[in-house]
């Protein structure tokens, strides 16, 4: 084995052997609104479930990105599961924007009105967390974590049985984040007995 010592290393080299080994991720692509109104649209793959009682997503961010600055004025966001259908439109809204320019308006992506929350939807998703903010800490100098509560569940008709919320895995057309500009799709699943 090789080893590195995180306090020799620099901030990128820890972020490299991170992002290119705790994969597959999952990609969040959140809505949020400024305070003056602007949609802001943007994707996090530093993202996953922390609990379920109370329903609890995190996302952390490197630095305080604009969709962090929204979710501290307004509270609020929509996490959006990236699929095949929308990845091609979740990567152009990865692109630096000033904050008061909209990247719904500017890459021309289609909004609707959320159930529980102001901040509106991505009409291009099959799946969709209304959330409020629960809790922000700072992680060391730049980085922040956010813990948002999920108060709406929103999924496309076809995914979910409403009787046993069983989930159409084989419909969501999932996609995961690699390293870099690297994606996955779901290939190959089996299923493993757990034991007693
Ligand atoms: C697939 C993907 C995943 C990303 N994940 C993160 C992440 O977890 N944390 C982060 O700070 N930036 C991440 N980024 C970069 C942000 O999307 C990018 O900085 C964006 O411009 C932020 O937008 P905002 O300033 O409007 O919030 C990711 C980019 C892509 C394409």
Not at 16 to 33: E, G
Request: net charge negative; with cysteine.
């Amino acid at each position: 084995m090789k080893n590195f010592q995180s306090n020799q290393l620099s901030p990128k080299e820890i972020y490299k052997i991170l992002s290119a080994t705790v994969i597959p991720r999952p990609i969040a692509w959140i809505t949020t609104k400024s305070r003056e109104g602007n949609v802001n649209v943007a994707p996090f793959s530093f993202f996953n479930i922390v609990s379920s009682e109370p329903a609890i997503i995190s996302i952390a961010f490197q630095d305080m990105k604009d969709t962090a600055l929204n979710i501290l004025e307004t509270g609020e966001a929509v996490v959006h599961l990236v699929n095949l259908e929308n990845v091609e439109e979740m990567n152009r809204t990865a692109a630096k924007l000033s904050k008061n320019v909209s990247e719904a308006l500017e890459f021309e992506i289609e909004l609707e009105k959320s159930q529980m929350i102001d901040t509106p939807s991505i009409k291009n998703s099959k799946i969709r967390f209304e959330t409020k903010l629960y809790k922000h800490h700072e992680v060391g100098e730049k980085s922040h974590l956010f813990l948002l509560e999920i108060v709406n569940f929103c999924l496309e008709d076809d995914l979910i049985d409403e009787e046993s919320f069983h989930i159409a895995v084989d419909k969501m057309g999932a996609v995961a984040r690699l390293e870099g500009n690297h994606y996955a799709k779901l290939g190959e699943t089996f299923e493993i007995e757990r034991p007693e």
